[in-house]
């Protein structure tokens, strides 16, 4: 009973901080997970919990983010999405540790820290290869958005085109790899009913933060989150 309050509390976090950025729901929803279920369960609930808060958050702020599809960051995330979903299928749980460990706490010192990358435009291959990336890790590790966050910081987006490119892709990809892992039988009855117990938790979270969106400073909160999200990736790596 405790760990499922523990577990409601955390996605409450990880949707409001979510609801505010339009990322970083899965790094900080991964290690939780991880300590109460396998690597195909975790990725299963952090892709359907994910799904259902960049719905929640993309209609709140549709008259305020002029939300846009970059077609080829989406596509060849697309072609990314399998294949992560097929090396998830192998890995061990300390491989997985390993991985969303690592990945988890480069994401989130990078975002603390935001290191000045400038690339203008940038080449369309690119593109096609944060694609790819960012689909990758979304089905291997459900976290889709490091790599093409840092691309567009790179190009010199502001925050909100950053959130009307990302989150439409973040969609897609949480999608399609919540209808693979379905396909492969992962979305069981405990991963169902995990989710709806965590569904009003992860609305309440998201819809929190899209409403301060804009209106508040959230520099202070994000430092502290973000640190608290790297502390737990290094966990992960070190368990």
Not at 28 to 50: G, K, M, Q
Not at 113 to 131: C, N, T, Y
Not at 157 to 182: C, D, H, M, N, Y
Request: a positive charge; one cysteine or more.
């Amino acid at each position: 009973m405790l760990s499922n309050i523990w577990l409601m509390a955390g996605i409450f976090v990880a949707s409001w901080v979510s609801g505010m950025t339009g990322l970083a729901f899965p790094t900080i929803a991964t290690p939780l997970f991880l300590l109460l279920f396998s690597p195909l369960e975790t990725v299963a609930l952090t892709a359907a919990c994910s799904l259902t808060g960049q719905i929640v958050s993309m209609l709140l702020l549709r008259r305020r983010v002029a939300y846009a599809l970059r077609w080829q960051l989406v596509i060849s995330g697309l072609f990314g999405v399998p294949l992560g979903v097929s090396l998830l299928s192998i890995v061990s749980v300390h491989e997985f540790g390993m991985i969303a460990g690592s990945f988890i706490a480069l994401a989130s010192l990078w975002w603390l820290f935001r290191p000045s990358i400038h690339a203008g435009d940038g080449h369309p291959a690119v593109e096609i290869l944060v694609g790819l990336a960012g689909g990758l890790s979304g089905g291997l590790i459900g976290l889709s958005a490091p790599l093409p966050t840092i691309w567009c910081a790179a190009r010199g987006l502001s925050k909100e085109r950053q959130r009307a490119v990302l989150q439409p892709f973040i969609l897609i990809v949480q999608l399609t790899s919540g209808v693979l892992l379905w396909r492969h039988g992962t979305l069981d009855r405990t991963v169902v009913d995990t989710y709806l117990s965590l569904s009003g938790s992860v609305v309440a979270g998201t819809a929190l933060g899209a409403c301060v969106f804009r209106a508040v400073s959230t520099e202070s909160f994000m430092r502290v989150t973000l640190g608290l999200t790297a502390a737990s990736g290094i966990a992960l790596m070190l368990r």
